[in-house]
């Protein structure tokens, strides 16, 4: 029989699915594999248990202990609501539930609630799809102690997801994290899942939040005048099928703006994303219909978000009148440096104020916040650490922005989490301050290079997949630990940041000091010349990802050029140093 050529782990929970209080389908999709003589299908999906990364609970939907289905999601639940029941009895706890358009998305978050309500539990459940930041704003309105979120965020169409948020309206993090997934692991069993549901323990919401959600965004618009003046700014608009349908054209019109133009074809609610390779707005393919259809209008900004409308990705016109795409830490280092120098025309700046980025993340941001007097504070890249501090260090300075590399940015203390709702709107704020003043937002990075210094980034992302592909990357970063280069694009390595054993080493002296960030497995780079490379395995993909950063001083802007060419070739050589 074939299963026994399996691995002692997969013939273990291939068995117990075959022999367990399964549904039948799902019995039967394994015999299905099993048949085939599937045995790298059956490996993958059942080799580990889904576990808890940066993002939460995510992977391809399908049968198996590996894989996002009913019973694992279900064990997830089970797991999160004994932990909140530990952590706080007797109260009623409150718990909160959204989904984004994704197949299955739906069903998954009713069987969520369901679990919920069958523990004693009561959970306020979206109507309908919702972004992700108005489910973290809710957890703070409602008072709720934990939510969820059903989505997979910019993954491709056949994964699913489930982030899992505590009273702060942020993702879990430590302990809160390990405590859940201590929980998750004692549900050993699909029988100890309660999946009996209380009808009376569940509340749907939609509108009310939305306008609570809505008015605390647009209180949040610094530059009124900019806007009115520039009212008619051509701004071309996509969802790409998801959330962002819901609630960012609202916030636009609520912002003043008036010329805003939508890609029809993917206002359309799908998980299949018809339209699109692959929904993530770091992809230029992703954009291709809304960049066309700003050609066809001569628009100033295009803007699309994924599927929970946490990122978005933008494109402008050059000098030349041509529109290109900016990345993720072109966008958060014009916004950052937006809302700094907008607060400080305003007068608001007082030195109590503070913005957070990620340690992947462009280090232009800590230059912009040290020119403006304001603290910059860096996390471990995933969004949930930028929380973090923010509930740290709330009702002891204000925050006013935050971002990631990924496309993902906040502005405003409503959330917990980035949020592509505000970012839509503050960005066109900011593409319309600029325009106000005569300038158009290339104008204004090409200023912001001039002034702090021509900083390029690139991510490379190498994909593993599979328990094979785990192992390998597992294996690069041993080899990087024990082998670390020497030399990275001509320039040698003068600090390596280990992350994982919190230590910081100087290559010359020898010397160590600790790094006061929690454990991650994380390695970094920093050479002779200010360059900084990264080397990360993803929390919630088959991927490992290198982050390079490498800077020049921009003479003028007639050497933007020159000095890009410059920069490209020390990331190749940086890149081909490392062997990515």
């Not at 999709?29 to 248990?49: C, N, S």
């Not at 699909?190 to 509108?207: H, L, R, S, W």
């Amino acid at each position: 029989m074939l299963i026994l050529d399996l691995e002692p782990t997969v013939k273990r929970n291939v068995n117990a699915w075959l022999n367990g209080s399964y549904d039948e389908e799902s019995k039967a999709e394994i015999k299905k594999m099993m048949e085939a003589g599937a045995v790298t299908e059956l490996t993958d999906a059942f080799y580990k248990d889904l576990e808890f990364g940066t993002g939460g609970l995510r992977g391809i939907m399908g049968v198996g202990s590996n894989r996002v289905n009913q019973y694992t999601l279900g064990m997830a639940t089970q797991g999160l609501s004994n932990y909140l029941l530990k952590r706080y009895p007797n109260e009623q706890i409150k718990v909160a539930i959204a989904h984004d358009c994704r197949n299955n998305s739906t069903k998954f978050a009713q069987m969520t609630a369901d679990v919920f309500s069958a523990n004693g539990i009561y959970v306020y459940f979206f109507d309908g799809m919702r972004p992700t930041p108005e489910l973290s704003y809710a957890i703070r309105e409602l008072g709720c102690k934990s939510g969820v979120m059903l989505t997979a965020s910019h993954n491709p169409r056949e994964y699913n997801g489930y982030k899992a948020y505590g009273e702060d309206g942020g993702q879990l993090v430590s302990p809160a994290d390990t405590a859940v997934l201590e929980e998750v692991r004692k549900i050993d069993s699909i029988d100890k899942i309660n999946f009996a549901a209380k009808p009376e323990n569940i509340e749907k919401i939609g509108e009310d939040i939305d306008k609570k959600y809505l008015d605390e965004l647009t209180a949040l618009s610094v530059s009124q005048d900019a806007i009115k003046r520039q009212a008619d700014l051509k701004i071309v608009f996509s969802p790409i099928h998801g959330t962002g349908g819901v609630l960012v054209p609202p916030v636009l019109e609520r912002f003043g703006f008036t010329n805003v133009t939508l890609v029809e074809e993917q206002m359309v609610e799908d998980g299949d994303f018809p339209t699109v390779i692959y929904p993530n707005p770091e992809e230029e393919e992703a954009l291709k219909m809304a960049i066309n259809k700003a050609k066809e209008i001569d628009a100033d900004l295009v803007m699309a978000t994924d599927p929970d409308a946490d990122r978005v990705g933008m494109a402008i016109k050059n000098d030349k009148g041509d529109i290109i795409l900016l990345n993720g830490n072109q966008a958060a280092c014009l916004l950052i440096r937006y809302m700094l120098t907008a607060w400080e025309k305003e007068g608001k700046l007082d030195g109590n104020q503070y913005v957070v980025k990620t340690i992947v993340t462009s280090y232009l941001i800590d230059k912009i916040a040290a020119a403006k007097k304001v603290d910059c504070y860096n996390t471990l890249t995933g969004f949930k650490y930028i929380g973090e501090v923010m509930t740290r260090l709330e009702g002891k300075k204000t925050f006013i922005a935050g971002g990631e590399e990924s496309y993902g940015y906040l502005v405003g203390e409503h959330a917990r989490d980035k949020d592509a709702v505000i970012s839509c709107a503050m960005l066109a704020e900011m593409v319309a301050f600029y325009k106000d003043q005569g300038s158009s937002l290339y104008e204004a990075l090409l200023d912001m290079y001039l002034e702090y210094g021509f900083y390029k980034e690139k991510l490379i992302a190498v994909k593993k997949a599979g328990k094979a592909g785990a192992e390998e990357i597992k294996a690069m970063m041993e080899r990087f630990r024990n082998h670390p280069p020497v030399v990275l694009g001509g320039s040698k390595v003068t600090i390596i940041k280990d992350y994982k054993s919190q230590v910081s080493k100087n290559m010359a002296s020898g010397e160590t000091t600790p790094i006061d960030l929690p454990t991650s497995n994380v390695l970094q780079f920093y050479t002779e010349d200010g360059s900084i490379v990264s080397a990360r395995p993803s929390g919630t993909e088959p991927k490992i990802k290198f982050y390079c950063s490498v800077n020049e001083p921009l003479a003028s802007k007639a050497d933007f050029e020159a000095t890009q060419e410059k920069l490209d070739a020390k990331l190749a050589k940086i890149l081909d140093d490392l062997g990515a």
